[in-house]
């Protein structure tokens, strides 16, 4: 019976520290490094996985983006074709548990418009864009909203006047 209680404690003691606390400065900051980098791109889906995706939209969101860029760093069609598969499946399954994180939609909207058109996901864009638009000024995460401010403005998906507005 001792042994049982042990095991028992020891496994929700496990569980209860199993999500790891992640620095979202260096998230983004692999994020932007990943469309050049296959080492930062894998860094981005290391840390983006195991505990802190499960339990957390926002890290299955990073995990899925990870893993569509590294669709960027292979060569082979098909493999290209499986990374974009799996990281969408990801990004989009983050978005369905968390569909007002701006984040996410942020993340959604930069890969929908840097996909080739061929690949077909791009459905989401004008809708990304209006959420983006309208909730930009709550962002009050100062380095989030400059990560969000510098995708968007470097976006061709954005009017000039769309630009001039978010401050």
Known sequence: MKKLIFIV????????????????SKVRSL????????????????????????????????KGSGTMLMAKHVFNPFTKMSYFK?????????IELDENNIELRFLR????????????YNSSIENDKKFLLNRFSQITEGRLKEFVLEGLKN?????????YQLK
């Open 155 to 163: 976006s061709k998906y954005l009017t000039e006047n769309e630009k």
């Open 109 to 120: 909207f930069n890969a929908q418009t840097n996909m080739p058109s061929f690949l077909g």
């Open 9 to 24: 404690l020891l496994f929700c003691g496990f569980t209860a520290f199993s999500s790891v606390p992640v620095d979202m």
């Open 31 to 62: 994020y932007k490094e990943a469309v050049k980098s296959e080492d930062s791109c894998k860094e981005l889906v290391a840390i983006s996985s195991g505990p802190n995706e499960k339990n957390n939209p926002l890290m299955l969101g990073y």
């Open 86 to 94: 799996k990281g969408k499946q990801m990004l989009e399954k983050a």
